[in-house]
């Protein structure tokens, strides 16, 4: 069973520029979640889906940050004029069922430099 | 505030040796879970342990509920056991977790 995939794995910005980063849960999970993780810290979670409904986005930066998921299945979170602060990894993660307390599966990461 | 505190925030250990790592939690918890972050960022699972003891390998995770603490014990580290540990809580039924800051596991040869 093939894991969480995302792309791209590393990018590199200037500050005002945009930025897309692609998610690929596993296949039947219901749940797919963006975290942030600045260096040195924990993940912070920005955003869940169950299927293509956004379950809570409290934590998005929603002037520049957006992220959807239109068939339920592909993620894409996107930063319009990317700042130094958003230097970051971002980490897509899926669970099986929502409200099942199952593990998340967290894919490999983006890292983003924003110069 | 921050509802998950792990400690220590860096350890450094020579292969062999046994490791402690411990997380306190701010508020009730139906879910804790430990996870291994490599060197290259990717994050794994280790144990979810929401209460009581739990073995898997040379690893054993205690949670302690009504203290709001669980810790994580590494036997005869390995080199390949360096890394960051971090633990993260759940509250409810939705499967929203927290997670601290990590303990950063150097083991040395």
């Known amino acids: 069973e093939a894991g969480v995939t995302q792309s791209p794995r590393y990018a590199v910005l200037q500050e005002g520029q945009a930025v897309s980063f692609w998610c690929d849960p596993i296949?039947?999970?219901?749940?797919l979640y963006w975290y942030q993780q600045p260096r040195d810290q924990g993940p912070q979670l920005l955003v869940y889906?169950?299927?293509?409904?956004?379950?809570?986005n409290s934590q998005l930066p929603s002037d520049r940050f957006s992220a959807v998921r239109p068939k339920g299945t592909n993620s894409t979170l996107k930063i319009q004029s990317a700042k130094q602060g958003d230097t970051a990894t971002y980490l897509c993660?899926?669970?099986?069922?929502?409200?099942?307390?199952?593990?998340?599966?967290f894919g490999p990461g983006t890292r983003l430099l924003v110069l | 505030g921050q509802q998950v505190q792990q400690s220590p925030a860096s350890l450094v250990l020579q292969e062999g040796e046994n490791a402690e790592l411990q997380c306190n939690f701010s508020?009730?918890?139906?879910?804790l879970q430990w996870f291994y972050q490599s060197p290259g960022g990717s994050l794994v699972s280790l144990l979810s342990?929401?209460?009581g003891t739990k073995h898997t390998g040379r690893l054993t995770s205690t949670t302690v509920t009504k203290e709001r603490r669980s810790s994580l014990h590494i036997s005869s580290s390995q080199t390949t056991d360096s890394g960051t540990y971090l633990c993260?809580?759940?509250?409810?039924?939705?499967?929203?977790?927290?997670f601290g800051d990590g303990t950063q596991l150097v083991v040395k040869p």
């Open positions: 993660a899926s669970s099986p069922r929502l409200g099942a307390q199952d593990t998340q599966y």
């Open positions: 296949s039947g999970h219901d749940t």
């Open positions: 889906f169950r299927d293509e409904a956004v379950i809570d």
């Open positions: 508020s009730t918890a139906t879910q």
């Open positions: 342990n929401p209460s």
């Open positions: 993260a809580i759940g509250r409810n039924s939705n499967n929203r977790i927290f």
